[in-house]
């Protein structure tokens, strides 16, 4: 490191005497080249439109600096901006990426070393040294230039061309819907904070010191947002705990101490790491492996700033969205806390931790937005429409005002809801309709009281599974279970078996599925479960514990015929008698494969209960995967085969006195709700946000009169199109609100 510390001794002294901007970035590279010995050392910077514009040189012909530009993934120099990686090159003209350009006069160069400049994960830049000389640059002059990308993280920001024009225009994207929900208001962009201004220590025993400091100051911090974040600090351990041991890894901390031990000080090896870990993040396809990094980025980002001794947070602006491209869990606490309203993702899953923390407090996201961190800039104007699943980025006056007068009537409409919340769900003509939550952890049941909600049609076992990044033993469910059971306060709540597979993978599982070209259609839940039985049966029997006598209702995912069905419900009730409670337990299968539907009066003869998965019903009902956004509304539920098929279940399930739910999205849709209701569903299972609206809806439905008009609707429409549009239209006539 002795090289770092003399080269950039002599480039602060070159910024302090010179101007931080375009001014000193030539004698910079002569500077550089200088120290690495290098005949050829160039500055690259991004403007807009994903262009790299050479803007300095030492070596190069002087005429090209403001004409030499490249896209990015053009060329060497595009090629590792676009993969955010270093190259070193020995014989860089002979690379296939190489792209000549003839004004630079780079003919007699072989070895070339280029370096990404990131700053707050995005690529600013790129530095790169050169030499006539055939050679592979060693470890130190790597180390080197790394250090002068880091510097220049800090001085290229302030050189880059705003693209006026571009930044006044409306952008719109599609996203997925994670959090359902419509907010308008101003953008605050996530990971804005400055490079460390310090780069280099002469003491590293005082780093290491600073360090150990910091890392117990950021622990206590995290323990105490765990602590505040719910009344019971159980629910919050549920996601938060499994963050909060990121802030004790080894791996990711001993990469820091080495950095320390290099020659940097404790918040630049900080800022090494989290700079390679965004890289990274950038190359890795698995969404789970992506959604763990997240969680370090967080963790190492709030260690910078307990280094830093940043002042206390600034407020944000009413009605905040915060844009992100990956964001922990705590990260959205502590947005939460400062008074967002909204959150948009690049990235993000609904089984990732800020997801499942932004259902527990209401916040509206939409995951999967590409682009919209590079394209929004903060206080512009941003609409965020989670039933549509766009987004719309800096509207026009009259698409923000049509969307403020909607957000306006939704308040009212809002207001008269909540007098129904602790109403039975009625429709107008007197028919009771079972309307219960779906949930993933403890966490999610603070909802139940508030919203008047029956119970729990559907609890996702596997959410806290995924939150861990492994199975949690059998005490561990256990005393999980019985939180649940306790939320629940008597009220029923129906235990879905570990769904996992398909997009649903904890990380031991993934070379297990290597194989799988359909893995929605592949090995994953009652599957898995039936061909490891010790797994189910510590599942169930950890049920059963924590039941502790009261009623337990026990359904299985994937079922795809009844043989299935009663190999995993022999093993619920071998385990009931086992500990005594063979007459408090239910057992009830999951209609998602449409197999089972064939075999819907066996199935009844069978089963306790029958629950419709409606997302996965539909999905291989029409061959349509659900997670493409390119099929995304190509199908209907409002469609005649799915409507056929609902009633039918309904006709075998009536006639054998089996109760029947539906869960999923389209349960708590009011349109969906309305034509479920009027086949005969009287017990639907949907997001907690969604249970007001679907109350507010039955209180105006009279089933007389939709009964026969929907009849007549679906004899209108053999062709098995959508009655979605006819549906909406008398909805409206009969003053529902949808």
């Known amino acids: 490191m002795s090289n770092s510390r003399r080269l950039l001794s002599r480039l602060r002294d070159l910024i302090a005497h010179g101007a931080a901007g375009p001014a000193v970035l030539p004698e910079l590279a002569r500077t550089v080249a200088s120290e690495l010995v290098a005949e050829v050392c160039s500055i690259y910077l991004m403007r807009p439109g994903e262009i790299l514009e050479l803007i300095a040189t030492h070596g190069l012909n002087a005429d090209a600096v403001g004409h030499t530009r490249l896209r990015v993934g053009e060329g060497i120099v595009g090629t590792v901006a676009a993969q955010g990686s270093a190259l070193n090159l020995p014989d860089a003209q002979n690379h296939p990426a190489f792209a000549y350009r003839p004004e630079t006069g780079e003919e007699p160069f072989a070895s070339l070393l280029a370096m990404p400049i990131r700053r707050g994960g995005a690529t600013v830049g790129v530095v790169a040294v050169q030499n006539r000389a055939p050679r592979r640059y060693d470890e130190d002059e790597v180390e080197v230039l790394e250090t002068v990308a880091m510097l220049l993280a800090s001085l290229l920001p302030a050189t880059a061309i705003a693209d006026g024009f571009n930044a006044a225009l409306s952008r719109r994207?599609?996203?997925?819907i994670l959090v359902p929900g419509l907010v308008v208001g101003t953008v605050v962009l996530h990971g804005s904070r400055a490079p460390p201004q310090r780069l280099l220590a002469d003491d590293p025993a005082v780093e290491f010191a600073r360090l150990d400091a910091a890392v117990e100051s950021m622990r206590r911090a995290l323990d105490e947002m765990i602590a505040?974040?719910?009344?019971?600090?159980?629910?919050?351990?549920?996601?938060?705990?499994?963050?909060?041991?990121?802030?004790?890894?080894?791996?990711?901390?001993?990469?820091?101490?080495?950095?320390?031990?290099?020659?940097?000080?404790?918040?630049a090896a900080v800022d090494r790491v989290l700079e390679d870990l965004r890289a990274r993040a950038q190359r890795i396809t698995d969404p789970y492996l992506r959604e763990r990094l997240a969680d370090v980025e967080d963790v190492a980002g709030r260690l910078i700033g307990a280094l830093c001794g940043e002042a206390e947070v600034q407020a944000l602006p009413e009605h905040a969205v915060l844009i992100a491209r990956r964001l922990g869990p705590a990260e959205l606490l502590d947005f939460h806390g400062r008074g967002i309203c909204g959150l948009v993702l690049e990235e993000g899953s609904a089984a990732g931790h800020a997801a499942i923390v932004a259902r527990a407090l209401g916040i509206p996201v939409l995951g999967g937005v590409r682009g919209v961190f590079g394209a929004a800039q903060a206080g512009d104007w941003i609409v965020v429409d989670g039933e549509e699943a766009r987004v719309i980025l800096r509207p026009e006056a009259n698409i923000r005002a049509i969307y403020e007068s909607a957000l306006a009537a939704r308040g009212a409409r809002r207001a008269e809801r909540e007098s129904l919340l602790q109403r039975p769900a009625m429709t107008l003509d007197g028919t009771r309709v079972t309307?219960?939550?779906?949930?993933?952890?403890?966490?999610?049941?603070?909802?139940?009281?508030?919203?008047?909600?029956?119970?729990?049609?559907?609890?996702?076992?596997?959410?806290?599974?995924?939150?861990?990044?492994?199975?949690?033993?059998?005490?561990?469910?256990?005393?999980?279970?019985?939180?649940?059971?306790?939320?629940?306060?008597?009220?029923?709540?129906?235990?879905?078996?570990?769904?996992?597979?398909?997009d649903k993978m904890l990380p031991r599982q993934a070379a297990e599925h290597e194989d799988e070209e359909n893995?929605?259609?592949?090995?994953?839940?009652?599957?898995?479960?039936?061909?490891?039985?010790?797994?189910?049966?510590?599942?169930?029997?950890?049920?059963?514990?924590?039941?502790?006598?009261?009623?337990?209702?026990?359904?299985?995912?994937?079922?795809?015929?009844?043989?299935?069905?009663?190999?995993?419900?022999?093993?619920?009730?071998?385990?009931?008698?086992?500990?005594?409670?063979?007459?408090?337990?239910?057992?009830?299968?999951?209609?998602?494969?449409?197999?089972?539907?064939?075999?819907?009066?066996?199935?009844?003869?069978?089963?306790?209960?029958?629950?419709?998965?409606?997302?996965?019903l539909m999905q291989f009902l029409f061959a349509s995967d659900r997670g493409s956004a390119r099929m995304a509304g190509r199908y209907d539920l409002l469609s005649a085969p799915m409507l056929d098929l609902i009633e039918a279940m309904v006709d075998s399930a009536g006639r054998a006195g089996v109760p029947l739910s539906v869960c999923g999205e389209h349960a708590g849709r009011p349109i969906e709700a309305m034509a479920l209701v009027g086949l005969g569903v009287t017990r639907l299972s949907m997001s907690g946000p969604s249970v007001a609206g679907i109350k507010a809806m039955l209180a105006g439905l009279d089933l007389g009169e939709l009964r026969p008009a929907l009849a007549g609707m679906r004899a209108s429409a053999p062709d098995g199109s959508s009655l979605r549009d006819a549906l909406a239209a008398w909805a409206r006539d009969h003053g529902l609100p949808l």
């Open 173 to 176: 994207f599609p996203g997925q």
């Open 228 to 267: 505040v974040s719910a009344p019971d600090p159980g629910e919050s351990r549920d996601v938060l705990e499994a963050h909060r041991l990121i802030a004790d890894g080894r791996g990711w901390l001993a990469r820091v101490r080495d950095g320390v031990r290099g020659g940097f000080s404790a918040e």
């Open 519 to 616: 893995p929605a259609m592949g090995w994953r839940a009652l599957r898995i479960a039936l061909d490891r039985p010790a797994t189910l049966r510590a599942q169930i029997r950890a049920m059963v514990q924590a039941a502790a006598g009261r009623p337990l209702s026990v359904m299985f995912p994937m079922v795809a015929t009844v043989a299935e069905f009663q190999a995993a419900k022999a093993l619920l009730l071998r385990e009931a008698e086992r500990a005594g409670a063979a007459g408090t337990v239910a057992a009830g299968a999951m209609l998602e494969v449409p197999s089972l539907w064939w075999q819907r009066d066996a199935l009844c003869a069978a089963a306790d209960f029958v629950c419709i998965g409606s997302n996965d």
């Open 435 to 502: 309307v219960m939550i779906n949930a993933g952890l403890p966490l999610d049941l603070a909802q139940l009281g508030p919203l008047g909600a029956d119970g729990v049609g559907l609890f996702r076992t596997e959410i806290a599974a995924l939150a861990r990044g492994a199975l949690p033993g059998l005490v561990e469910q256990r005393d999980l279970y019985a939180r649940v059971f306790d939320a629940c306060g008597g009220k029923p709540v129906l235990f879905r078996t570990f769904d996992l597979g398909g």
